[in-house]
């Protein structure tokens, strides 16, 4: 079972990271371990996705999709963009903030790009009466104006970030940062499955709930288990969630889709697992997009969600050992992914699994006939409303910059 007790994925993962934290992710991984063996605390987290966040989630068989697809393919969507706060990451910040109230922390701290897991931090903040600051980049508040109010609404401080490129990489070092001068009183709320050991185990489980359900709601529809398993993948938190609990199904293919931006030349675009090489970025060893010199690149995605230069460890590690397949789905063909799903089906998806929808249709013709094919849908389009209205124009049937 992985990652070892170092924390390690194969040569992926670890823990990079000031001595002064070193205690305190020791404290994280004994709290965990404690929680993890204990009834009440997995009937609470349990009482809170259900009655709180919305779980379980439908697995709804798309299948005006599934018919304009052809092959007779069988096209399931797993809703995470039902939940609260509206995608995924609500599973994690619940789980957090529990593990944060049984170490007796008072404060939650956490980074964001686009936002959503700034709200999804600042809502369990909320919900469990505590303090709760958010990091994010400036060019980040400028461009996600909107969840920079809702955290506000919700009671969180949001403090801006101007080193950098003022995007989430920085929001991130500043967040690590703030929290080895905190580390008494606060927890650092780490929203992808990134970060030192403990984090992407923590956050793998946490999001687990996603596959486990899916696995279980496959069955009971098709009395079989799916051919492919396809999700987007920004640090790969939604996709592990959903891939995690089919590891052992060796026939269950995965394939997760990340960001091609504009194109794959350095700086365009977030395909890490593509076009990344070995580094150390926020406290582990992963692929992570760089120069020749080791100097982090610049990233680009239409999909704030998907727009950071690392990627989960556990991602790395799928891809070296082929567990997992990576493709690349670039900002045009994700807009119109969008735009299909919502034509098809009445759901208009947030722009990061409306690049797993897109590549749907370059899966289609390479799989037999009747395949099942299960995709994270991790969150709803409210967010993405302008961009796309933007991109695509208002009556949305003519791309104009596609
Ligand atoms: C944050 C986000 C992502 C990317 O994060 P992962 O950790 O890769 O899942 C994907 N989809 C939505 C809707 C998000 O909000």
């Given at each position: 079972m992985l990652p070892d007790r170092t924390g390690h994925f194969g040569p992926f993962g670890g823990t990079f990271v000031p001595e002064t934290v070193m205690a305190a992710l020791a404290e994280l991984e004994q709290a965990y371990a404690a929680a993890r063996r204990d009834a009440a605390f997995r009937r609470e987290l349990g009482g809170l996705l259900r009655d709180y966040a919305g779980r379980p989630t439908p697995l709804y068989h798309a299948k005006r999709l599934?018919?304009?697809?052809?092959?007779?393919?069988?096209?399931?969507?797993?809703?995470?963009?039902?939940?609260?706060?509206?995608?995924?990451?609500?599973?994690?910040?619940?789980?957090?903030?529990?593990?944060?109230?049984?170490?007796?922390?008072?404060?939650?701290?956490?980074?964001?790009?686009?936002?959503?897991?700034?709200?999804?931090?600042?809502?369990?903040?909320?919900?469990?009466?505590?303090?709760?600051?958010?990091?994010?980049?400036?060019?980040?508040?400028?461009?996600?104006?909107?969840?920079?109010?809702?955290?506000r609404l919700l009671g969180a401080r949001v403090t801006p970030v101007a080193s950098g490129t003022r995007t989430l990489k920085d929001a991130c070092n500043e967040a690590i940062r703030n929290w080895v001068t905190t580390v008494r009183t606060s927890h650092y709320c780490i929203g992808?499955?990134?970060?030192?050991?403990?984090?992407?185990?923590?956050?793998?489980?946490?999001?687990?709930?996603?596959?486990?359900?899916?696995?279980?709601?496959?069955?009971?529809?098709?009395?079989?288990?799916?051919?492919?398993?396809?999700?987007?993948?920004?640090?790969?938190?939604?996709?592990?969630?959903?891939?995690?609990?089919?590891?052992?199904?060796?026939?269950?293919?995965?394939?997760?889709?990340?960001?091609?931006?504009?194109?794959?030349?350095?700086?365009?675009?977030?395909?890490?697992?593509?076009?990344?090489?070995?580094?150390?970025?926020?406290?582990?060893r992963s692929l992570l997009l760089q120069d020749r010199f080791g100097q982090v690149l610049p990233t680009a995605s239409i999909s704030a969600g998907l727009d950071y230069p690392g990627v989960g460890p556990e991602h790395a590690y799928y891809q070296l050992t082929g567990r997992a397949r990576y493709a690349a789905v670039s900002d045009a063909q994700a807009l119109r992914g969008a735009q299909r799903l919502a034509r098809t089906e009445g759901i208009l998806p947030a722009l990061e699994p409306?690049?797993?929808?897109?590549?749907?249709?370059?899966?289609?013709?390479?799989?037999?006939?009747?395949?099942?094919?299960?995709?994270?849908?991790?969150?709803?389009?409210?967010?993405?409303?302008?961009?796309?209205?933007?991109?695509?124009?208002?009556?949305?049937?003519?791309?104009?910059?596609?």
């Amino acid at each position: 079972m992985l990652p070892d007790r170092t924390g390690h994925f194969g040569p992926f993962g670890g823990t990079f990271v000031p001595e002064t934290v070193m205690a305190a992710l020791a404290e994280l991984e004994q709290a965990y371990a404690a929680a993890r063996r204990d009834a009440a605390f997995r009937r609470e987290l349990g009482g809170l996705l259900r009655d709180y966040a919305g779980r379980p989630t439908p697995l709804y068989h798309a299948k005006r999709l599934s018919r304009a697809l052809g092959r007779n393919l069988r096209v399931y969507l797993k809703r995470e963009d039902l939940l609260h706060t509206g995608a995924h990451k609500i599973n994690n910040t619940l789980g957090q903030g529990l593990l944060a109230v049984r170490m007796g922390k008072r404060r939650l701290i956490a980074e964001t790009g686009a936002g959503q897991h700034g709200v999804a931090t600042a809502t369990v903040a909320a919900l469990f009466g505590l303090a709760c600051e958010v990091f994010m980049g400036e060019e980040d508040m400028r461009r996600q104006a909107l969840n920079v109010v809702r955290m506000r609404l919700l009671g969180a401080r949001v403090t801006p970030v101007a080193s950098g490129t003022r995007t989430l990489k920085d929001a991130c070092n500043e967040a690590i940062r703030n929290w080895v001068t905190t580390v008494r009183t606060s927890h650092y709320c780490i929203g992808s499955v990134v970060g030192p050991h403990p984090y992407p185990m923590l956050v793998r489980d946490f999001q687990s709930v996603i596959g486990r359900e899916a696995r279980r709601q496959i069955l009971a529809a098709e009395g079989r288990l799916p051919t492919v398993l396809l999700a987007c993948v920004g640090g790969g938190s939604n996709a592990i969630g959903l891939f995690h609990p089919f590891r052992d199904d060796r026939r269950v293919r995965f394939i997760g889709v990340e960001a091609g931006g504009s194109s794959l030349a350095p700086g365009r675009h977030a395909a890490t697992l593509l076009k990344g090489r070995i580094g150390v970025l926020h406290g582990s060893r992963s692929l992570l997009l760089q120069d020749r010199f080791g100097q982090v690149l610049p990233t680009a995605s239409i999909s704030a969600g998907l727009d950071y230069p690392g990627v989960g460890p556990e991602h790395a590690y799928y891809q070296l050992t082929g567990r997992a397949r990576y493709a690349a789905v670039s900002d045009a063909q994700a807009l119109r992914g969008a735009q299909r799903l919502a034509r098809t089906e009445g759901i208009l998806p947030a722009l990061e699994p409306a690049h797993a929808i897109a590549y749907l249709k370059r899966l289609a013709p390479r799989l037999r006939r009747g395949a099942v094919v299960i995709v994270g849908l991790s969150g709803r389009g409210d967010k993405d409303v302008q961009t796309l209205a933007d991109h695509l124009g208002a009556d949305g049937a003519h791309p104009r910059h596609v």
